[in-house]
């Protein structure tokens, strides 16, 4: 089994969280893998800016999160592990570079992600770093 570490951004806009959907119709988080010499943070920010023209800010870890897929391409197992950051943006624009496969994404109110996202682990892991996220914007406010 191939092994690939990877990072990606939870990127809040106010009450909105950025989705992408992929050529799957998966509803998912933007991310991508971390190359040699990279830094996950680093790496985070940079798929963000990549796949979807959003310049964010990381605020918080989120976590980590694992899964394992059978890759096509290379005939062989993969399993992704991902470090996750939590981000804010200022304001909601974006767009989607078309080279990354992405046929759909936005900014979305906290409940209709929540029922958009398509796997479970990325639904907790959406759940949790929305409220750490409200909790750091509340403490910065004061």
């Given at each position: 089994?191939?092994?690939?570490?990877?990072?990606?951004?939870?990127?809040?806009?106010?009450?909105?969280?950025?989705?992408?959907?992929?050529?799957?119709?998966?509803?998912?988080?933007?991310?991508?893998?971390?190359?040699?010499?990279?830094?996950?943070?680093?790496?985070?920010?940079?798929?963000?800016?990549e796949?979807?023209?959003?310049?964010?800010?990381i605020?918080s870890?989120?976590?980590?999160?694992?899964?394992?897929?059978?890759?096509?391409?290379?005939?062989?197992?993969?399993?992704?592990?991902?470090?996750?950051?939590i981000?804010k943006s200022?304001?909601?624009?974006?767009?989607?570079?078309p080279?990354?496969?992405?046929?759909?994404?936005?900014y979305?109110?906290?409940?209709?992600?929540?029922?958009?996202?398509?796997?479970?682990?990325?639904?907790?892991?959406?759940?949790?770093?929305?409220?750490?996220y409200?909790?750091?914007?509340?403490?910065?406010?004061?």
């Open positions: 089994m191939l092994v690939r570490n990877c990072a990606g951004g939870l990127v809040f806009c106010d009450d909105k969280v950025f989705l992408l959907k992929n050529e799957k119709d998966e509803w998912v988080l933007p991310k991508g893998v971390i190359r040699r010499g990279d830094i996950s943070s680093e790496v985070a920010v940079r798929r963000v800016n796949e979807a023209g959003i310049y964010a800010q605020v870890a989120a976590g980590n999160t694992n899964y394992e897929f059978f890759s096509v391409t290379r005939q062989k197992p993969i399993c992704n592990k991902i470090t996750w950051y981000m200022q304001n909601d624009e974006f767009k989607l570079n080279e990354e496969n992405f046929i759909d994404g936005g979305y109110r906290f409940d209709d992600a929540m029922k958009m996202v398509t796997y479970s682990q990325d639904k907790s892991l959406l759940n949790l770093s929305y409220k750490k409200k909790e750091i914007i509340c403490q910065v406010a004061v």
